[in-house]
């Protein structure tokens, strides 16, 4: 992996929201930009460890849950950053879902009387993307099928991993969804990813391949269960 920016200090204007492991892939079909490594914090489009929608609050969590599984070498380990000017309309999502996702509002905590929790040294800023909370889930623009829309409309342009450059581009791309009414119906905030380029600790499993948008079998049952426990008839 080229790498861009070590990682920082959190800026005092984002907050950490949560930690996760995935694998990048390269994803065929569906509206989405062109690349063979695509990263994102939503489950919907890759595979996260040890199953979809495994969020974390600290590193050390997201590592000892994966410290015993099969793990791809492309797995890595994640950071989810936000600006706080947008986390609140993210944090009322979840708890509106009635399925709250303990992990992200430990993180996001306004009332904590500690430190909000930074993440550890060593990791590479990536680019920004924009996700929302619904059903449980965290989603991304682009498994609302937008990126094109946003191309013709906006003029955006995403990295090699389907990441936008800038938290600019990132704020204009949330406002711009939220202003639709043929996305998910969630509030659409930037957010910043950094990854630890260090393969985890677990037993080796084989890598990825290409794949159609959804094809792995773990977010497919993923998925209906919950839409079982929902009493709806199919995926969110």
């Not at 990791?123 to 099928?145: F, S």
Request: net charge negative.
């Amino acid at each position: 992996m080229t790498p861009n920016h070590q990682s920082r200090p959190t800026p005092p204007d984002t907050l950490l929201a949560g930690w996760f492991v995935a694998v990048p892939e390269r994803v065929t079909g569906g509206n989405l930009p062109p690349t063979e490594r695509l990263t994102t914090a939503s489950a919907c489009l890759i595979d996260q460890l040890p199953e979809d929608d495994s969020w974390f609050a600290t590193a050390e969590e997201a590592r000892a849950a994966c410290a015993l599984l099969p793990i791809p070498a492309a797995a890595r380990l994640y950071a989810l950053l936000i600006p706080a000017d947008h986390a609140a309309g993210f944090v009322a999502d979840i708890r509106a879902s009635g399925m709250h996702e303990p992990a992200l509002l430990s993180c996001l905590d306004e009332n904590r009387s500690e430190p909000a929790p930074q993440p550890t040294e060593g990791g590479t800023e990536l680019g920004w993307e924009v996700i929302g909370y619904d059903m449980g889930w965290v989603h991304t623009w682009l498994c609302n099928d937008l990126y094109s829309d946003a191309v013709r409309e906006l003029g955006v342009h995403t990295d090699e991993r389907g990441l936008l450059p800038d938290r600019h581009s990132a704020e204009r791309l949330a406002a711009w969804a939220n202003a639709r009414n043929d996305t998910k119906p969630v509030t659409w905030v930037p957010a910043r990813l950094i990854e630890w380029d260090t393969p985890l600790e677990g037993l080796p499993a084989p890598a990825a391949g290409a794949r159609n948008v959804p094809a792995s079998p773990s977010r497919l049952r993923g998925l209906f269960r919950r839409s079982a426990e929902l009493g709806t008839a199919g995926p969110p």
